[in-house]
């Protein structure tokens, strides 16, 4: 089954708005860590933002938050004010448990495009 | 602030030759890990090293295989190229902030 789920393989937004990016997950885990990347073009993988699972806010970093329904199981990237820089490949990670590796699972990831 | 530094950025091999990636990872980061992109795909993790001992292990061939150095910087060595091995490879190193994994600007091997 599928632990990473990104349902939008590409998303339009205008310059300056807003834009949610869905992201849901599958764990029976109660210890997890969710991550956001963004790729562009030239191929680099750049950390966004982090959401643990025992984390009672949701997180932001400047102009990235992160909407997270632990119950409906969803962590979702919001950026808000939208620039051309931020056309790019996004991918929600996940990695599971507290053991030493760590290591992360990528959905699928949604390319979005910025419109000027 | 130093990132993690990854080399050749792109490789050409013919079909059955081999071919070492190497990793330098962040400074004073322990883990290193291995990440396969392939052409409109996710990273599919390969291997990781936690204090130069292999941590945990993913989808890597058996023709691959990889280390970490005493310095923390990792190689990935990989035999009999097959035309399927053609990607992106990923090194990351995790930070101690959230154990975030902050990716290398990868290699792009092309085997033909």
């Known amino acids: 089954a599928q632990k990473i789920t990104q349902t939008q393989p590409g998303m339009f937004v205008q310059e300056k708005e807003a834009v949610t990016l869905d992201c849901t997950y599958d764990?029976?885990?109660?210890?997890?860590?969710l991550f956001w990347y963004k790729q562009p073009s030239s191929g680099e993988m750049i950390f966004l933002i982090y959401?643990?699972?025992?984390?009672?806010q949701n997180a932001t970093e400047g102009r990235y938050s992160l909407n997270f329904q632990k119950a409906r199981k969803s962590a979702n990237l919001v950026i808000s004010a939208s620039q051309l820089g931020d056309s790019a490949m996004y991918f929600c990670?996940?990695?599971?448990?507290?053991?030493?590796?760590?290591?992360?699972?990528f959905g699928s990831g949604t390319r979005l495009l910025v419109r000027p | 602030a130093a990132g993690v530094i990854q080399s050749p950025r792109h490789l050409i091999k013919e079909k059955r030759e081999t071919a070492t990636l190497k990793c330098y990872p962040i400074?004073?980061?322990?883990?290193v890990y291995w990440y396969q992109q392939g052409p409109g795909q996710d990273p599919q993790f390969l291997i990781s090293?936690?204090?130069?001992?292999?941590?945990d292990k993913g989808s890597i061939p058996d023709r691959f295989s990889a280390q970490q150095f005493s310095d923390y910087h990792s190689e990935l060595n990989m035999s009999s190229l097959e035309l399927g091995d053609s990607a992106l490879y990923f090194c990351?190193?995790?930070?101690?902030?959230?154990?975030?994994?902050?990716f290398g600007p990868g290699t792009r091997l092309t085997v033909l």
């Open positions: 990351a190193s995790r930070g101690t902030r959230y154990n975030e994994q902050f």
């Open positions: 764990t029976s885990d109660p210890s997890y860590g």
């Open positions: 959401q643990g699972s025992y984390d009672q």
């Open positions: 990670a996940m990695r599971e448990g507290e053991d030493s590796s760590y290591k992360l699972i």
């Open positions: 400074p004073r980061h322990d883990t």
């Open positions: 090293f936690y204090e130069k001992m292999q941590s």
